[in-house]
């Protein structure tokens, strides 16, 4: 134990952190000698390991834009020849003083509609089809900027593989150029069968416009205030927010645009692993379905 202690006073003196020594030492009821013949002493095998494996779990965490917590990280490691157990990596990322991203709380931003139909919840929160373009979801979420104030982003995701195949960013809420996005995704993935989509009650998604573009498509709606009934989608949302545009003090639309760009095609779908794919990012999971499936 002695030995750990002497390690992150070790640690932190080399960091550049300003303090006595000796009387941190004696805070610690550790001995000045006793430090001293450790800074001496050559690393151990085990001391070598540990500095290694941190050095690895940084390079994992740095890669993931800092958004990778323990247990993603430890699965990286162990398909990469590295054995360790995911409280190890969380011990040692404590120790290193780096950890994933905060969720943020989530903000209600749907306006229902008043629409008398009976709109039901087919999808039943059955999040797990089994092909992709089964089961696509959809939702909108507000991106604030400093000069555009408001913009809103529109995204669509297949939910066998949680790919977000198609997204609009718009400056407005009006219901035309939010719907773009599926047109989009009805253009980049046609299907012979019909495809079930799932929203919210909000007024896009039950106008005419909205039944026009989806024609041929089996419409689901969650329940009147349940985002649980949307989760994939709305989990999405948060977690663009908490992992990327959190970080930024986002100055206009185009800022905006080029971040969202980024993050959904640049990191989310091509790159980064997620638990439902079996630790996949979303378009190697898609590629691997003619591989696997049976049909």
């Given amino acids: 134990m002695k030995q750990v202690e002497y390690e992150l006073v070790a640690e932190d003196h080399k960091a550049g952190i300003k303090f006595s020594v000796s009387r941190v030492l004696h805070k610690l009821g550790l001995s000045s000698s006793g430090y001293y013949d450790y800074l001496k002493r050559k690393p151990s095998y085990q001391d070598k390991r540990r500095q290694d494996v941190k050095k690895a779990i940084l390079q994992v965490y740095e890669e993931s834009h800092e958004n990778y917590g323990a247990p993603k990280i430890a699965k990286i490691l162990n398909s990469g020849g590295i054995t360790i157990t995911e409280r190890t990596v969380g011990v040692y990322m404590r120790q290193m003083g780096i950890r994933a991203q905060w969720v943020k709380p989530h903000t209600q931003t749907t306006i229902h509609s008043d629409f008398s139909g009976k709109l039901k919840n087919l999808l039943d929160r059955n999040f797990s089809p089994d ?38 960013l718009t400056k407005t809420l009006d219901t035309g150029p939010i719907l773009e996005s599926i047109k989009e995704a009805r253009k980049q993935r046609p299907a012979n069968e019909p495809i079930m989509i799932h929203t919210d009650r909000g007024v896009h998604y039950t106008c005419d416009l909205y039944r026009k573009l989806t024609r041929g498509m089996v419409r689901s709606y969650s329940a009147k205030g349940v985002p649980y009934d949307n989760a994939c989608i709305e989990s999405f949302h948060s977690l663009i927010k908490r992992e990327w545009l959190n970080r930024f003090v986002i100055q206009n639309y185009r800022h905006a645009y080029r971040l969202v760009s980024e993050y959904i095609d640049g990191w989310y779908n091509p790159k980064r692993i997620h638990s439902h794919c079996g630790y996949m990012p979303p378009t190697e999971y898609e590629v691997m379905y003619p591989r696997t499936s049976t049909n």
């Avoid at 992709?132 to 995204?155: E, K, M, R, S």
């Fill in 131 to 168: 092909h992709p373009n089964c089961v696509w979801c959809t939702d909108i979420t507000y991106i604030h900027t400093q000069l555009d104030g408001f913009v809103y982003l529109a995204c669509i995701m297949d939910l066998y593989s949680r790919k977000i195949i198609s997204w609009k």
